[in-house]
């Protein structure tokens, strides 16, 4: 079983006569005078087969040499493919077997350190590098695997050891730290009883009885699973880890699934996996209209007034998701032989209204309202006291100057931001975005100042350039429990995401308040209806902000798109306001001339009269 779940690359043991026939072999002289050349009738390399020996000495000499430089991949194309290895190539071999092993580092490939059947699962899965790996795990905790095709517990027991060896260079992979992975121990959690009145709640609070947790659903696949899932809480934990490092995308998942975990149980009475398309059918009918039970207004998760809809019916897009949702879930659970079949692929998306614009790109601020925001901010952090408004102020430029999504605010880390080496006025900030894709971003020198200031709240050196530390970090960590464990190690972690959403509310309230005691004493500085759209701005506004006022300032839309790091240029043309202005002001007047007083329009009597006169218009329709 061993040789199934070892991980690393093997170390080397050859001497100059190993070295000598593997050159001899390369040179296709037969295998026979190798033998008689330089090995014993006694040797163990002929005892257990010279060729073979020979075979994988070549092969392993040859991912070392590659481990210690993969500049030498091209030279030692030849040979890997079982070519003739010439001198050079063979002086390279030996070399690196000589050198003693490399220490890794986390921007290593996997690659460099492990076998191709672990390192295969892992690329797929968007892991490269030994950081990523070791972040990976951080995140997800002990059941970092399940998520995983073909790494089984054997082979990550042996990855966490491996990795053990290296907590200096690598980071340090400690159990404290687990214990907030996503991927809980659902048998460990209270039974749902679905007779109960409080029985709805939320993943992860709950686990479901035997007859409904799915261990013998009627959908399971018979062939051997790819995951670690025993019943169907565990398979969607596992579903919903794959996008751990996709906030958004992941909470809203969570979501959709949760719902229809609770319907399975409490309304259909059925495990997930025993689904048919019928009970699909009745659950796209169930979105529509759900149970009263169901519904409530926002509350905590931990709180028992929590409901998984809102009062107000779902609007048929949030319908349309749900769908989409769960079809994905089912297809990868398919994928990954959980599932025998995909019930939903039989079940049509609810129809929805194609909006004019897709993006709500009436969200954004003005020119003026956003200068304005950050003028009160700014006047607001000259106040000492005032750290809130400065890390605010810092985050929000990050947002409206360069266009950044919230998690990639929350995520930028000082190492990733450096001054162009174009332009003075200007520094640059690597992202990374959606779909793992890294993006270089502008960032202005008012972007710059005030985190400058931020960092010096936070007792740092902001021009240390080599910095590892989140750019946004709270000045005051909240008095919770999760709070205490993230931030236990000060300015190792940024904000959370959702902190942040939380600290630019907060802000956008302070500002709004300081404009309405303003404009008692002088003329107001945002209109009604900009007060209206401040009262409902998200921090997604502010990256439609950045992308209106880009585009109307004619910078080329191809720009626009790598800056905002849109997969295509047509999300990115919908903030093009020309052809909205351009029929607002046609409209403009033509329902002006419709306007023009009385008698500066033609007389409709006389007209009448003169049409009459010529004959061209009969009595009778007059």
Request: hydrophobic content about 40%; aromatic content about 8%.
């Amino acid at each position: 079983m061993s040789q199934h779940t070892e991980i690393a690359l093997p170390d080397l043991a050859y001497n100059r006569s190993d070295y000598t026939a593997l050159r001899a072999y390369c040179c296709k002289i037969p295998i026979e005078r190798i033998a008689d050349l330089y090995y014993t009738e006694d040797s163990p390399q002929v005892e257990q087969g010279l060729e073979r020996f020979l075979i994988r000495m070549r092969n392993e000499m040859i991912e070392r040499a590659i481990e210690h430089n993969p500049g030498f991949a091209e030279i030692l194309k030849g040979a890997r493919q079982g070519g003739a290895i010439t001198s050079r190539a063979l002086e390279i071999l030996v070399r690196a077997a000589d050198v003693p092993k490399p220490v890794p580092h986390r921007d290593q490939p996997i690659s460099q350190w492990m076998r191709p059947k672990t390192v295969r699962p892992l690329r797929e899965e968007g892991v490269v590098t030994l950081g990523q790996l070791v972040d990976l795990i951080k995140r997800r905790g002990p059941g970092w695997w399940r998520p995983i095709p073909r790494i089984g517990r054997g082979r990550a027991d042996k990855i966490l050891r491996w990795l053990r060896h290296w907590p200096r260079e690598l980071g340090d992979i400690d159990d404290a730290v687990w214990a907030a992975g996503a991927l809980v121990d659902v048998d460990q959690l209270p039974a749902l009883d679905p007779t109960s009145p409080d029985a709805i709640a939320p993943l992860g609070t709950f686990r479901l009885p035997a007859y409904l947790s799915g261990a013998d659903g009627a959908n399971r696949a018979p062939a051997f699973c790819f995951i670690g899932a025993r019943h169907d809480l565990e398979a969607i934990n596992i579903f919903l880890a794959r996008y751990d490092d996709q906030e958004q995308t992941q909470r809203s998942y969570r979501k959709e699934l949760e719902r229809l975990v609770l319907w399975c149980a409490l309304v259909a009475r059925k495990p997930l996996s025993s689904l048919l398309v019928d009970d699909c059918l009745a659950y796209k009918t169930f979105l529509a209209a759900p149970w009263p039970a169901f519904c409530g207004p926002r509350a905590p998760r931990h709180t028992r007034r929590w409901r998984p809809f809102a009062e107000r019916p779902l609007s048929p897009a949030s319908q349309r998701l749900a769908v989409i949702v769960a079809r994905a879930a089912f297809d990868w659970l398919v994928k990954v032989r959980y599932l025998g079949g995909n019930p939903w692929a039989a079940v049509k998306d609810p129809k929805v209204a194609k909006r004019a614009d897709p993006i709500k790109i009436e969200r954004a601020l003005e020119e003026d309202a956003w200068a304005n925001v950050v003028g009160i901010l700014q006047q607001r952090g000259r106040v000492e006291r005032n750290r809130q408004d400065r890390v605010a102020l810092a985050a929000l430029l990050l947002m409206g100057d360069s266009g950044v999504r919230r998690s990639e605010a929350a995520a930028a880390r000082r190492d990733r931001l450096a001054p162009s080496r174009n332009t003075a006025d200007v520094w640059l900030l690597t992202v990374l975005g959606k779909g793992h894709k890294e993006r270089l971003v502008p960032v202005s020198l008012r972007t710059v100042d005030a985190l400058r200031a931020h960092w010096r709240d936070r007792g740092m050196d902001f021009d240390d350039a080599d910095s590892e530390a989140p750019l946004l970090g709270p000045v005051q960590v909240p008095r919770t429990a999760t709070a205490i464990t993230r931030h236990e190690e000060p300015n190792e972690n940024g904000y959370h995401s959702a902190s942040l959403y939380q600290l630019v509310d907060a802000a956008l309230r302070r500002v709004r308040a300081f404009a309405e005691e303003l404009s008692l004493e002088a003329s107001p500085l945002f209109t009604t209806d900009q007060l209206l759209r401040l009262a409902k701005t998200s921090p997604h506004a502010f990256r439609h902000t950045f992308a209106t006022l880009a585009v109307e300032s004619r910078m080329p839309l191809e720009l626009a798109q790598e800056i905002l790091g849109h997969a295509s240029v047509t999300t990115t043309r919908i903030y093009v306001r020309a052809r909205e202005k351009r029929i607002a002001a046609a409209a403009s007047e033509y329902f002006g001339a419709m306007a023009q007083p009385e008698m500066e329009r033609p007389n409709s009597v006389l007209l009448e009269a003169h049409a009459s006169a010529a004959g061209e218009i009969d009595s009778d329709d007059t």
